[in-house]
């Protein structure tokens, strides 16, 4: 797969550059425009290399050799801009002779919803178009400018000579957000160049950093991941905007304001929206547009709320800016009423319990079966998911430096107290002494969920572990069981439940990985933290692209042998491609977790 995006415009493409099989096309506002793109290129033409220089634009070169020697060389450039695709062809005569040479354009729309592209709805049935009239009144369209020749496109070249072509498809959509982003030179400018190996992971991670940029009215908020995420994500553009401080403080700023500006407001079951509850994604496609499906504005996350309010507390601490806190009170108090809501039984914990409408696991580890006891059975909800405490211990720790800023002690108190009630429910309801870890979870009889699993990691990372515990904890973690040589598995290796290629029970997610390493850093482990730091950076560098995929199999690592890829993974994503950035400042001493 060759993935290729501008703002809300982006490609999926095979090895050769086209568009020829479900799921490939060209994408725009969660709705395939074109599902077919094929050049009909001279006969005889061999691809020689394709190289992507950012993840906009696509350069290959084919030639068409006469015996040893060549005859043709075709330069092709590929560049994606907000609602437009570039294509250019420069074709070279190699030979003494003249050549005549015929291009054609296989061009095919069906203006699938993402969902029923992916295979996830079932999509009607219509015949191949390049415009579309959705149920709303939403019409779209591909427009193809200049409109090739019935017959194609005929070059005819001189001995050595050279000839163009070039044109555009428009894909023009009516849902635009209005804005603009930085552009690539300006973005990479306010990041550090790296240095040694860490220079050309990190120039890769800054340009997918970059293109994962969509325009919202509030600033730029990253895309979650190519190819079925370039979307809104709380949870994933929360954590990604906290990667990339202190430095990328525009994006923490755009993340905040479009997350708080679509607060929940009401209780919609279908959307799983409650007052005051921070959003787990935005779609624009016809079936989200038409509630045919909840996710034009879904709240199924227990963990955006605290982490909403970690990122703003975060930013104060790394940037010392008070007026982003004043304008965003309203939100951030908002947040902790919610947090409050959010305990369903009154014992001091946040649960979730799905409606049925959306997910059924709410905490980052969202798939249906992530949730599991020792002995195989699924959990029942609600669910206290152990993370989701750290988390909330971490939201109530920087509301409290938010009203100690504003003069406000007594309200900054309550906020200390609170969170020191749940520091010692994490202790007293999670602490597993047998296995040296935290529990997965507690279920709907408060049955702790007894496996080894990554999660523990992120407590590390919100402060929620007391100093005497954390020897034992971070052995556990470090254990053969869970510790890779890559990362941490998601799910211990001796688990019933475990599968090294499954998508949350035994697979290796980098940015958990991460989180671990913060959390080693924020704890005074700096040597331990390097460790994590470089199994990271060498997954990195195994990848022919130089990027973190979005998880990679948890089978043990073997020397010189890149790890097992996980077949769908998402590259680039926004919370690996910033993990980069963050092992990097946590390397570097600019940031302590």
């Given at each position: 797969?060759?993935?290729?995006?501008?703002?809300?415009?982006?490609?999926?493409?095979?090895?050769?550059?086209?568009?020829?099989?479900?799921?490939?096309?060209?994408?725009?506002?969660?709705?395939?425009?074109?599902?077919?793109?094929?050049?009909?290129?001279?006969?005889?033409?061999?691809?020689?290399?394709?190289?992507?220089?950012?993840?906009?634009?696509?350069?290959?070169?084919?030639?068409?050799?006469?015996?040893?020697?060549?005859?043709?060389?075709?330069?092709?450039?590929?560049?994606?801009?907000?609602?437009?695709?570039?294509?250019?062809?420069?074709?070279?005569?190699?030979?003494?002779?003249?050549?005549?040479?015929?291009?054609?354009?296989?061009?095919?729309?069906?203006?699938?919803?993402?969902?029923?592209?992916?295979?996830?709805?079932?999509?009607?049935?219509?015949?191949?178009?390049?415009?579309?009239?959705?149920?709303?009144?939403?019409?779209?369209?591909?427009?193809?400018?200049?409109?090739?020749?019935?017959?194609?496109?005929?070059?005819?070249?001189?001995?050595?000579?050279?000839?163009?072509?070039?044109?555009?498809?428009?894909?023009?959509?009516?849902?635009?957000?209005?804005?603009?982003?930085?552009?690539?030179?300006?973005?990479?400018?306010?990041?550090?160049?790296?240095?040694?190996?860490?220079?050309?992971?990190?120039?890769?991670?800054?340009?997918?950093?970059?293109?994962?940029?969509?325009?919202?009215?509030?600033?730029?908020?990253?895309?979650?991941?190519?190819?079925?995420?370039?979307?809104?994500?709380?949870?994933?553009?929360?954590?990604?905007?906290?990667?990339?401080?202190?430095?990328?403080?525009?994006?923490?700023?755009?993340?905040?304001?479009?997350?708080?500006?679509?607060?929940?407001?009401?209780?919609?079951?279908?959307?799983?929206?409650?007052?005051?509850?921070?959003?787990?994604?935005?779609?624009?496609?016809?079936?989200?547009?038409?509630?045919?499906?909840?996710?034009?504005?879904?709240?199924?996350?227990?963990?955006?709320?605290?982490?909403?309010?970690?990122?703003?507390?975060?930013?104060?601490?790394?940037?010392?800016?008070?007026?982003?806190?004043?304008?965003?009170?309203?939100?951030?108090?908002?947040?902790?009423?919610?947090?409050?809501?959010?305990?369903?039984?009154?014992?001091?914990?946040?649960?979730?319990?799905?409606?049925?409408?959306?997910?059924?696991?709410?905490?980052w580890k969202d798939s249906h079966d992530s949730m599991?006891?020792?002995?195989?059975?699924?959990?029942?909800?609600?669910?206290?998911?152990?993370?989701?405490?750290?988390?909330?211990?971490?939201?109530?720790?920087?509301?409290?430096?938010?009203?100690?800023?504003?003069?406000?002690?007594?309200?900054?108190?309550?906020?200390?107290?609170r969170a020191q009630e749940l520091f010692r429910l994490?202790?007293?309801?999670?602490?597993?002494?047998?296995?040296?870890?935290?529990?997965?979870?507690?279920?709907?009889?408060?049955?702790?969920?007894?496996?080894?699993?990554?999660?523990?990691?992120?407590?590390?990372?919100?402060?929620?572990?007391?100093?005497?515990?954390?020897?034992?904890?971070?052995?556990?973690?470090?254990?053969?069981?869970?510790?890779?040589?890559?990362?941490?598995?998601?799910?211990?290796?001796?688990?019933?439940?475990?599968?090294?290629?499954?998508?949350?029970?035994?697979?290796?997610?980098?940015?958990?990985?991460?989180?671990?390493?913060?959390g080693l850093f924020r704890y005074g482990l700096r040597?331990?933290?390097?460790?994590?730091?470089?199994?990271?950076?060498?997954?990195?560098?195994?990848?022919?692209?130089?990027?973190?995929?979005?998880?990679?199999?948890?089978?043990?690592?073997?020397?010189?042998?890149?790890?097992?890829?996980?077949?769908?993974?998402?590259?680039?994503?926004?919370?690996?491609?910033?993990?980069?950035?963050?092992?990097?400042?946590?390397?570097?001493?600019?940031?302590?977790?």
């Amino acid at each position: 797969m060759v993935p290729l995006k501008e703002d809300d415009t982006y490609l999926v493409l095979n090895e050769r550059g086209f568009a020829e099989e479900s799921p490939e096309g060209f994408y725009r506002h969660d709705t395939r425009f074109l599902s077919r793109y094929r050049l009909l290129l001279p006969e005889g033409l061999t691809l020689l290399h394709t190289h992507v220089p950012r993840p906009d634009q696509l350069v290959q070169d084919w030639a068409r050799f006469r015996g040893a020697d060549g005859e043709v060389l075709l330069r092709r450039h590929l560049q994606v801009y907000r609602g437009k695709v570039a294509e250019h062809l420069r074709f070279q005569n190699l030979s003494q002779e003249a050549l005549s040479l015929r291009v054609g354009l296989e061009i095919s729309g069906d203006f699938l919803d993402l969902f029923e592209a992916r295979g996830w709805h079932t999509p009607p049935s219509r015949p191949p178009s390049l415009e579309h009239r959705a149920a709303d009144g939403i019409e779209q369209r591909a427009v193809l400018r200049p409109l090739p020749p019935p017959q194609g496109f005929t070059l005819h070249l001189p001995p050595k000579g050279e000839g163009e072509l070039a044109w555009e498809v428009l894909l023009e959509s009516p849902l635009a957000s209005p804005g603009t982003l930085p552009d690539y030179e300006t973005f990479l400018r306010a990041f550090p160049r790296g240095e040694g190996p860490w220079q050309s992971i990190l120039r890769q991670a800054l340009l997918d950093l970059r293109a994962l940029l969509l325009t919202t009215p509030e600033g730029p908020v990253p895309a979650a991941g190519i190819p079925w995420f370039v979307a809104p994500f709380g949870r994933d553009s929360l954590l990604t905007a906290f990667m990339l401080l202190p430095w990328g403080k525009e994006v923490a700023q755009g993340v905040l304001r479009y997350l708080a500006w679509r607060q929940g407001v009401v209780v919609d079951p279908f959307r799983e929206e409650e007052p005051g509850k921070i959003l787990h994604e935005v779609r624009i496609g016809e079936l989200s547009r038409m509630g045919q499906v909840p996710f034009a504005r879904y709240y199924g996350t227990v963990d955006a709320t605290p982490l909403f309010l970690v990122l703003l507390g975060r930013y104060l601490d790394l940037t010392g800016e008070l007026a982003l806190v004043r304008e965003l009170r309203p939100n951030w108090e908002a947040a902790l009423a919610w947090l409050e809501a959010a305990d369903q039984d009154g014992d001091g914990l946040l649960e979730f319990t799905p409606s049925g409408s959306g997910l059924a696991v709410q905490s980052w580890k969202d798939s249906h079966d992530s949730m599991s006891h020792a002995d195989g059975r699924l959990a029942e909800p609600p669910l206290a998911v152990s993370e989701v405490q750290g988390y909330a211990y971490a939201a109530h720790r920087a509301a409290a430096a938010f009203y100690r800023a504003l003069g406000e002690e007594a309200k900054a108190q309550a906020q200390e107290k609170r969170a020191q009630e749940l520091f010692r429910l994490i202790q007293e309801r999670f602490w597993l002494e047998e296995l040296a870890t935290y529990a997965l979870a507690l279920d709907r009889n408060k049955e702790p969920l007894r496996v080894k699993s990554s999660d523990p990691g992120h407590l590390l990372w919100s402060g929620a572990v007391p100093p005497e515990r954390v020897p034992a904890l971070v052995a556990t973690l470090f254990s053969e069981e869970l510790w890779s040589g890559w990362g941490l598995r998601t799910l211990g290796s001796r688990e019933r439940r475990y599968n090294p290629l499954s998508y949350h029970n035994g697979s290796v997610w980098p940015h958990d990985t991460a989180l671990f390493a913060g959390g080693l850093f924020r704890y005074g482990l700096r040597e331990e933290g390097e460790r994590v730091a470089q199994a990271l950076l060498d997954l990195a560098l195994s990848q022919p692209d130089r990027r973190l995929p979005e998880l990679v199999g948890g089978f043990p690592r073997e020397e010189g042998l890149p790890p097992v890829p996980y077949p769908v993974a998402c590259r680039p994503q926004a919370w690996d491609a910033a993990s980069v950035v963050y092992l990097y400042a946590l390397v570097q001493g600019v940031r302590d977790w």
